[in-house]
């Protein structure tokens, strides 16, 4: 059983973390996409799961949602239906639907079929997609199929792709653009990531989207990919416009580990610099960090660009206990809460 954080109230079930006074009572939107997004649903699903949107990128253009927006001209649905699979109910039809939107498609030995790779749960969210017309209503009803808490909406209803230049460590070798998220996800081997951008520029935010974080009492963002996964929501004007004009409060939640493949070389400040570079003037009214990830001599640094952002550093053990790559969904729940009620 995770063990609460030294100095915080005993809490050791997700029923006590849910009676706090005014817990449920929280509207949170979280943004962002893959394993990032998923930990931090499966952490707020335990204190606001009533009034809890996920907001998700749309550029992924590889794997299983490659080939479908390719070959579909669609929203890629992989980021979505793991959003979906974190909010699923906790009984075993939540828990078997979420596994049958987890479950990918294996050829028999020798034979490369059609399906190789799939997950069942992307195809189903494009079944819905095709049958009732709209993103949102496709993904409003695999919410209710799968018994899922809370809303999960695309960033955009447009299919957006993003690219960056690359600054080689050698100063010899020249900047390189990238033109593809799944490539982007790597970047950090061949350099440091600058002049990140969405494409394309003009594309809508989803409206429901925009409502959300318009009525939202704390807005998340992070942990996950940086550039792929947090960034994309800060570059689209429309979420940008409402990020900055809510009365939300926001907060983000820092990698376990900031030297990513992304992200080589970045220090945990330097990832917080990246959300000043590309939305200035954006206010951050909390940052929480493991413990374990930003080491002494980085804290001076880090506490310095949290305040740049206006933030305010929560230090909280929510590293998984059984997984240390991974944030422990009542930990993290038990951080959130701190912040939230702080």
């Known amino acids: 059983m995770s063990q609460p954080i030294p100095g915080s109230p005993p809490l050791t079930t997700t029923q006590n973390l849910r009676n706090l006074p005014g817990g449920p009572s929280f509207r949170v939107s979280a943004l962002g996409g893959g394993h990032g997004l998923k930990a931090t649903l499966a952490a707020l699903r335990i204190i606001a799961a009533e009034h809890l949107t996920a907001v998700c990128t749309v550029a992924d253009d590889g794997g299983s949602s490659g080939r479908l927006r390719q070959d ?27 596994d049958v939107m987890q479950h990918r498609f294996t050829s028999k030995a020798g034979v490369t079929g059609s399906l190789d790779g799939h997950a069942m749960g992307n195809l189903l969210i494009v079944a819905l997609w095709e049958l009732l017309g709209d993103p949102v209503d496709g993904l409003r009803w695999a919410g209710a199929l799968l018994g899922a808490r809370g809303q999960v909406l695309p960033m955009s209803r447009t299919p957006l792709t993003m690219s960056g230049l690359v600054q ?24 440091r990531l600058t002049d990140v951008q969405i494409h394309p520029a003009e ?8 409502t959300a974080i318009e009525l939202s009492d704390w807005i998340v963002f992070g942990p996950g990919s940086w550039y ?17 004009e809510t009365e939300a409060k926001r907060c983000v939640v820092m990698n376990l580990n900031a030297d990513t493949g992304e992200t080589r070389g970045m220090s945990p400040a330097e990832h917080l610099d990246v959300i000043a570079h590309y939305a200035p003037g ?22 310095a660009a949290a305040e740049r952002l206006g933030a305010e550093i929560t230090y909280a053990r929510v590293r998984s206990k059984d997984r240390p790559d991974v944030h422990d969904p009542l930990r993290l729940a038990i951080a959130f809460n701190e912040v939230f009620h702080g």
Do not use: Y
């Open 72 to 98: 579909m001209d669609i929203i890629p649905p992989g980021d979505l239906r793991m959003a979906l699979t974190a909010l699923c109910d906790d009984t075993d039809w939540g828990r078997t639907w979420a």
């Open 168 to 191: 080689p460590e050698q100063a010899e070798k020249q900047q390189g653009r990238i033109s593809s998220q799944a490539e982007l996800a790597h970047a950090g081997k061949l350099g």
């Open 228 to 244: 792929t996964s947090v960034l994309p929501h800060l570059l689209l004007e429309d979420l940008r416009s409402a990020l900055n």
């Open 282 to 303: 954006l206010r951050i009214d909390a940052v929480v960090a493991d413990l374990g990830s930003v080491s002494e001599a980085e804290q001076e640094e880090f506490a």
């Open 203 to 210: 594309a809508e935010a989803c409206a429901e989207a925009v």
